[in-house]
């Protein structure tokens, strides 16, 4: 299939099919991540079985499933997380922003400034909170000390950690609860300006009110950035998410709007994980 | 039941045993320390630190040993600490994992144990003969150098293995190359682990006499060295060559120097010690 593929390409070049095109690239435009056939290996594991998945602009995606159905593999597929596993292995196309991120050619670390990732353990540096937030710049080579400092406080103010922190920027972030710890690690993520957002299980770690604090803010960070969450928590999920994407065994077996997954799936798999028939 | 008797029984007999081996150690240096002391404090002066060395045990001193060592510790510090750090570095973070870097791995835990007068002849041969460095300080330093650089690659390598992924994965997130996050992350949580390796490897360096003497360290010295290229004298060369003479004068001088060479040693550790767990406070809040 790659082989044809390459064969048709230079067809597609020429002037009189370019005129055919534009709708089709229309529909792709609003889709800001889409995966096309995507399998993915880890040596001989199949983790990932022909994923197809297109996500719009400005939404929230939620990733739900098993324990080891492949949702934490499917989303550090988008930033090329696992790329430092040497059995780690990917075919068929995963787009961002048009962009096919394991074959043409990107800079890995332009593409992580434009795909940023919350871990599920609040992971701040043993540094200070500006600094923390601070840090996605000064690697950017930026040394303009107003912009750095209008972007960390711009960031830590969207987060609605400014109140707590204000104060003391120059404390250890390793000092703050873990809600908070999580809050500046989001807000390390935005000091960046990236467009998609992915979150592993960014909650699970957390009390009830960090975590409603954290599902708030998602909710406000949809109006800039396209939010990708993996949760087991399906009343998180119906909470805050636009479209749901059920996993099961490395297959995407049914995905839509959330309203729609948890009122009416289509799937019965589906259906006996949101009501919590298996896990 | 007749099981668990037996079990605490075998509990006390370790227990004991236990007791025993730390004993025999601990009163063993307890009585080199005494017999040190007694026979070192009485000489043991300001005049004895800053004294040249003499034929007459009364006017006898340390000064240019003491110097010696200073310059041995820092020539020998400044080349091994940063080829030694590279190395571990480059070994645990872009070393490829194969059965070579397993190989390789084994044969510098293995050069680790090597005696040191070993160390002295590759010294003689490829310092001062090959590149002509004579018996200078230089010499000594770079052969000294060799002998620790295995035991930093290691705890090098050791350090930089304990720092989480978690916070690997953090920096990679942002952005960052695999530069940045060795040197902004992972150098940092781990230098605490590295200076300490490093330390205790100098404190070593600075104990031993067999491999400088291989490479042509002076046991006289009339003048304190003032650059790299000269000749000189280490602590425990001056103490090895007052220990074989027969005056009681010069015994008493070498448990002196002893003294001194002891206090410079656990000053080391010390620093060590406060410098890991300043950083280890550092880098947890
Ligand atoms: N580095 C790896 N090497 C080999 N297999 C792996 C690796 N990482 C994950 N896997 C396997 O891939 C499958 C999917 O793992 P993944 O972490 O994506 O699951 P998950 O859906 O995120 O699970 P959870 O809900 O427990 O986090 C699992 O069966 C796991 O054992
Ligand atoms: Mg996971």
Redesign the interface.
């Given at each position: 299939m790659i082989s044809a593929e390459k064969e048709i390409l230079p067809i597609l070049n020429q002037q009189e099919l370019y005129t055919v095109e534009p709708t089709h690239l229309h529909v792709a435009s609003s889709d800001i991540v889409e995966t096309i056939d995507v399998n993915v290996f880890y040596g001989d594991f199949h983790a990932l079985k022909d994923v197809n998945l297109a996500i719009k602009k400005n939404s929230v995606t939620a990733l739900i499933g098993p324990s080891g159905c492949g949702k934490t593999t499917f989303l550090r597929l988008l930033n090329r997380m696992n790329d430092y596993i040497p059995s780690h292995m990917v075919r068929g196309k995963v787009l961002i922003n048009g962009v096919d991120i394991y074959r043409d050619k990107i800079e890995i670390e332009q593409l992580r400034k434009e795909v940023g990732m919350v871990f599920q353990k609040p992971n701040p540096f043993p540094k200070s909170i500006f600094e923390n937030v601070a840090y996605g710049l000064r690697i950017q080579g930026i040394k303009d000390k107003h912009l750095i400092h209008e972007r960390v406080i711009n960031a830590i103010q969207q987060v609605g950690l400014w109140n707590e922190v204000k104060d003391n920027l120059r404390k250890n972030a390793l000092a703050l609860s873990g809600g908070q710890q999580q809050r500046v690690c989001i807000a390390r993520t935005l000091a960046v300006e990236p467009d998609i957002i992915l979150m592993d299980e960014p909650t699970s770690a957390l009390d009830p009110i960090s975590t409603s604090r954290i599902e708030e803010l998602i909710l406000q960070l949809k109006q800039k950035y396209t939010i990708i969450i993996v949760t087991h928590n399906m009343q998180q999920a119906s909470r805050i998410s636009d479209t749901t994407a059920f996993f099961y065994l490395g297959e995407l077996i049914e995905v839509g709007k959330t309203t729609d997954i948890f009122t009416n799936p289509r799937n019965e798999r589906t259906e006996r994980y949101i009501t919590g028939r298996f896990g | 039941m007749n099981n668990q008797v037996k079990n605490r029984i075998k509990d006390k007999l370790f227990s004991i045993w236990g007791w025993i081996s730390v004993s025999i150690g601990i009163v063993a240096l307890a009585v080199f320390i005494i017999d040190i002391l007694f026979d070192g404090l009485p000489v043991l002066s300001f005049r004895f630190l800053t004294s040249l060395p003499s034929r007459i045990p009364e006017k006898a001193g340390i000064f240019t040993a003491m110097m010696g060592t200073v310059w041995i510790f820092i020539l020998t510090a400044v080349i091994a600490f940063p080829l030694g750090v590279a190395s571990g570095v480059y070994l645990e973070e872009y070393g490829i994992k194969n059965r070579l870097s397993k190989l390789l791995e084994i044969n510098i835990a293995n050069l680790a144990g090597v005696p040191s007068i070993i160390y002295g002849l590759l010294g003689l041969e490829i310092f001062v003969r090959i590149f002509r460095l004579g018996n200078s300080i230089l010499a000594g330093s770079l052969t000294l150098a060799l002998l620790i650089l295995p035991i930093i690659i290691v705890s090098t390598r050791e350090a930089i293995k304990a720092v989480?992924q978690?916070?690997r994965?953090?920096?990679?997130?942002?952005?960052?190359?695999k530069w940045?996050t060795i040197w902004?992350?992972v150098l940092?949580?781990s230098f605490g682990g590295i200076l300490t390796g490093v330390i205790l490897a100098l404190s070593r360096a600075i104990g031993e006499a067999a491999p400088l003497i291989v490479v042509g360290a002076l046991a006289y010295v009339p003048f304190a060295p003032t650059s790299p290229m000269d000749n000189f004298s280490v602590l425990p060369i001056q103490i090895f060559n007052w220990i074989s003479r027969p005056q009681k004068g010069f015994i008493q001088n070498a448990a002196a120097a002893i003294i001194v060479l002891l206090i410079i040693t656990f000053l080391l550790n010390g620093i060590a010690m406060y410098m890991r767990n300043r950083w280890q406070r550092?880098?947890?809040?």
């Open positions: - | 989480p978690s916070l994965d953090a920096s990679y997130a942002l952005g960052a190359t940045q902004y992350q940092p949580a550092k880098m947890k809040i």
